[in-house]
């Protein structure tokens, strides 16, 4: 994971922190395409632990132009 943090809060709740400041937007490498810069990614699907032993997952892309 690239600037993503996450944690189960409580037992329903899922928080997922990304630092939008202006530092992380220009420190963000380029995309894939390069015609956004990615600045925070969960790198694909991430498995977290859900209620009850639900198996549930969260793939995060955030990106600024």
Not at 25 to 50: D, F, M, N, Q, Y
């Amino acid at each position: 994971m690239h600037n993503v943090s996450y944690e189960i809060v409580g037992a329903n709740k899922l928080v997922i922190t990304v630092d939008i400041s202006a530092r992380a937007i220009t420190a963000a490498p380029p995309s894939s395409s390069g015609k956004t810069k990615l600045v925070a990614s969960s790198g694909g699907t991430t498995p977290i632990a859900g209620p009850t032993g639900t198996n549930l997952s969260f793939a995060l892309n955030v990106m600024a132009k």
